[in-house]
Protein backbone atom coordinates (compact mmCIF):
# COMPACT_ATOMS: atom_id res chain seq x y z
CA UNK A 1 0.00 0.00 0.00
CA UNK A 2 1.42 3.18 -0.95
CA UNK A 3 1.13 6.53 1.16
CA UNK A 4 2.44 10.13 0.62
CA UNK A 5 4.55 11.12 4.03
CA UNK A 6 5.50 14.36 2.92
CA UNK A 7 6.44 16.91 -0.11
CA UNK A 8 8.44 19.63 -0.03
CA UNK A 9 9.00 22.62 -2.84
CA UNK A 10 11.57 24.95 -2.84
CA UNK A 11 12.22 27.90 -5.30
CA UNK A 12 16.47 28.24 -5.52
CA UNK A 13 15.67 30.96 -7.98
CA UNK A 14 12.60 33.36 -6.74
CA UNK A 15 13.29 35.78 -10.12
CA UNK A 16 12.36 32.62 -12.36
CA UNK A 17 9.72 30.69 -10.37
CA UNK A 18 7.56 30.52 -7.06
CA UNK A 19 5.57 27.64 -5.63
CA UNK A 20 2.18 29.11 -5.05
CA UNK A 21 1.03 25.83 -3.22
CA UNK A 22 2.57 22.65 -2.78
CA UNK A 23 0.46 20.21 -0.22
CA UNK A 24 -0.88 16.96 0.72
CA UNK A 25 -4.41 16.95 1.07
CA UNK A 26 -5.98 14.18 3.31
CA UNK A 27 -9.71 13.77 2.76
CA UNK A 28 -10.11 10.98 4.61
CA UNK A 29 -8.38 7.85 6.07
CA UNK A 30 -7.93 6.30 2.72
CA UNK A 31 -8.31 9.26 -0.12
CA UNK A 32 -5.10 11.50 -0.06
CA UNK A 33 -3.59 13.55 -2.95
CA UNK A 34 -0.56 15.71 -3.64
CA UNK A 35 -1.39 19.27 -5.45
CA UNK A 36 0.83 21.83 -6.47
CA UNK A 37 1.68 25.25 -8.35
CA UNK A 38 4.57 26.94 -9.88
CA UNK A 39 4.31 30.84 -10.88
CA UNK A 40 7.12 31.04 -14.23
CA UNK A 41 7.80 34.70 -13.79
CA UNK A 42 9.97 34.00 -17.30
CA UNK A 43 7.63 32.77 -20.11
CA UNK A 44 8.28 31.28 -22.18
CA UNK A 45 10.52 28.25 -21.17
CA UNK A 46 12.04 26.24 -24.49
CA UNK A 47 14.75 24.10 -22.49
CA UNK A 48 13.72 22.36 -20.06
CA UNK A 49 15.78 19.46 -18.23
CA UNK A 50 14.78 17.42 -14.97
CA UNK A 51 17.18 15.43 -12.79
CA UNK A 52 15.21 12.50 -10.70
CA UNK A 53 16.73 10.49 -7.83
CA UNK A 54 14.82 7.21 -6.03
CA UNK A 55 15.96 7.45 -2.11
CA UNK A 56 15.37 4.44 -0.08
CA UNK A 57 15.70 5.07 3.74
CA UNK A 58 18.15 2.82 5.24
CA UNK A 59 19.95 4.65 8.05
CA UNK A 60 19.29 7.78 6.05
CA UNK A 61 18.40 7.93 2.55
CA UNK A 62 20.46 6.06 0.59
CA UNK A 63 20.38 6.28 -3.99
CA UNK A 64 17.96 3.19 -4.94
CA UNK A 65 17.85 2.38 -8.74
CA UNK A 66 17.55 5.78 -10.92
CA UNK A 67 19.33 9.23 -10.58
CA UNK A 68 18.79 10.39 -14.38
CA UNK A 69 18.91 13.67 -15.60
CA UNK A 70 16.43 14.32 -19.16
CA UNK A 71 16.14 16.78 -21.45
CA UNK A 72 12.53 17.47 -21.05
CA UNK A 73 11.32 18.88 -24.51
CA UNK A 74 12.85 15.91 -26.36
CA UNK A 75 11.29 13.68 -23.70
CA UNK A 76 8.17 15.25 -24.43
CA UNK A 77 8.17 14.75 -28.07
CA UNK A 78 8.60 10.76 -27.50
CA UNK A 79 8.06 10.14 -24.61
CA UNK A 80 8.58 5.78 -25.66
CA UNK A 81 12.22 6.54 -26.20
CA UNK A 82 12.75 6.40 -22.15
CA UNK A 83 10.86 3.89 -20.24
CA UNK A 84 11.87 4.80 -17.13
CA UNK A 85 11.30 8.59 -17.15
CA UNK A 86 8.14 7.33 -18.93
CA UNK A 87 7.08 5.23 -16.30
CA UNK A 88 7.65 7.62 -13.58
CA UNK A 89 6.23 10.48 -16.11
CA UNK A 90 3.02 8.42 -15.62
CA UNK A 91 2.53 9.17 -11.76
CA UNK A 92 1.52 12.69 -13.21
CA UNK A 93 0.78 13.07 -16.51
CA UNK A 94 -2.79 12.80 -16.46
CA UNK A 95 -2.94 15.27 -13.41
CA UNK A 96 -0.73 17.96 -14.78
CA UNK A 97 -0.53 20.52 -17.61
CA UNK A 98 3.00 19.43 -18.36
CA UNK A 99 1.83 16.78 -20.95
CA UNK A 100 3.11 18.70 -23.94
CA UNK A 101 5.74 19.44 -25.75
CA UNK A 102 7.72 22.51 -24.92
CA UNK A 103 7.93 25.84 -25.04
CA UNK A 104 5.84 26.01 -21.64
CA UNK A 105 4.07 29.21 -21.68
CA UNK A 106 2.25 28.74 -18.51
CA UNK A 107 2.07 28.03 -14.93
CA UNK A 108 3.01 24.73 -14.62
CA UNK A 109 0.11 22.63 -12.17
CA UNK A 110 -0.22 18.74 -10.95
CA UNK A 111 -3.60 19.00 -9.37
CA UNK A 112 -4.45 15.85 -6.82
CA UNK A 113 -2.22 13.08 -7.98
CA UNK A 114 -3.86 10.57 -6.11
CA UNK A 115 -2.36 7.62 -3.59
CA UNK A 116 -5.03 5.41 -5.15
CA UNK A 117 -3.29 6.37 -9.00
CA UNK A 118 0.48 5.72 -7.42
CA UNK A 119 -0.23 2.73 -5.48
CA UNK A 120 -1.46 1.35 -8.66
CA UNK A 121 1.87 2.17 -10.33
CA UNK A 122 4.10 1.01 -7.33
CA UNK A 123 2.66 -2.09 -6.60
CA UNK A 124 0.90 -3.92 -9.80
CA UNK A 125 2.81 -2.03 -12.88
CA UNK A 126 6.30 -2.04 -11.47
CA UNK A 127 6.40 -3.29 -8.09
CA UNK A 128 8.59 -1.93 -5.05
CA UNK A 129 9.97 -3.40 -2.00
CA UNK A 130 8.33 -2.19 1.10
CA UNK A 131 9.90 0.64 2.65
CA UNK A 132 10.09 4.41 3.09
CA UNK A 133 11.30 6.29 -0.23
CA UNK A 134 12.15 9.54 -1.42
CA UNK A 135 11.59 11.00 -5.01
CA UNK A 136 14.05 13.92 -5.47
CA UNK A 137 13.56 16.41 -8.39
CA UNK A 138 15.70 19.27 -9.61
CA UNK A 139 13.76 21.42 -12.40
CA UNK A 140 16.26 23.22 -14.73
CA UNK A 141 15.75 25.85 -17.14
CA UNK A 142 17.87 26.86 -19.64
CA UNK A 143 20.77 24.75 -17.49
CA UNK A 144 20.34 26.65 -13.83
CA UNK A 145 18.85 24.81 -11.22
CA UNK A 146 15.62 26.80 -10.93
CA UNK A 147 13.70 24.04 -8.39
CA UNK A 148 13.61 21.24 -6.19
CA UNK A 149 10.53 18.97 -5.40
CA UNK A 150 11.21 15.89 -3.01
CA UNK A 151 8.12 13.78 -2.65
CA UNK A 152 8.30 11.35 0.67
CA UNK A 153 6.18 8.43 0.84
CA UNK A 154 5.91 4.70 2.45
CA UNK A 155 4.67 1.59 0.87
CA UNK A 156 3.80 -1.15 3.06
Not at 41 to 57: D, I
Not at 68 to 97: E, Q, V, W
Not at 111 to 131: A, C, M, R
Not at 135 to 153: F, K, N, Q, S
Request: contains cysteine.
Amino acid sequence: KFEFTNVKCTSLDTKFTEFEYCLIKSINRTYKYVSLKTILFQKPVTKVKLNFALYKRFNGYKPFLYNITIDCCRFLNNTSAHPIANFFYGFMKDYSNMNHTCPFNHDLIMEKISVGHLNHQVTKVLPFPNGDYMLDTYWMAYDITRARLAVYATIS
